[in-house]
Nanobody
Framework: QVQLVESGGGLVQPGGSLRLSCAAS????????MGWYRQAPGKQRELVAT???????DYADSVKGRFTVSRENAKNTVSLQMNSLKAEDTAVYLC????????????WGQGTQVTVSS
């Protein structure tokens, strides 16, 4: 079973930046898609950003223009650069991977806390 491990979360002031990284325990070269979800207390898990193939990206409307998702298959990682952070971005951010869309399997990391507060 492939393991996903997130890093890079923490406390940041409004308007600041953070970069999250997710490292997979095995090669992600053939993975269909990778990305990030988040879950705030009392709220449903929501999609933040995904990258399908090497470059096709999709973002939640609330983060467009502020967040950038990227993947580096040579390092088996997917990253999320978060700029102009807002208090409403506070959540646990979870890494997600879909190795093969026809098999219905999704992989999840344990999550990393991002807190935006002054």
């Amino acid at each position: 079973q492939v393991q996903l491990v997130e890093s890079g979360g923490g406390l940041v002031q409004p308007g600041g930046s953070l970069r999250l990284s997710c490292a997979a325990s095995e090669s992600t070269f053939s993975f269909y898609a990778m990305g990030w979800y988040r879950q705030a207390p009392g709220k449903q898990r929501e999609l933040v950003a995904t990258i399908t193939g090497p470059r096709s990206t999709d973002y939640a409307d609330s983060v467009k223009g502020r967040f950038t998702v990227s993947r580096e298959n040579a390092k088996n990682t997917v990253s999320l650069q978060m700029n102009s952070l807002k208090a409403e971005d506070t959540a646990v951010y979870l890494c997600n991977a879909i190795p093969n869309p026809f098999e219905g399997e999704q992989l999840w990391g344990q999550g990393t806390q991002v807190t935006v507060s002054s």
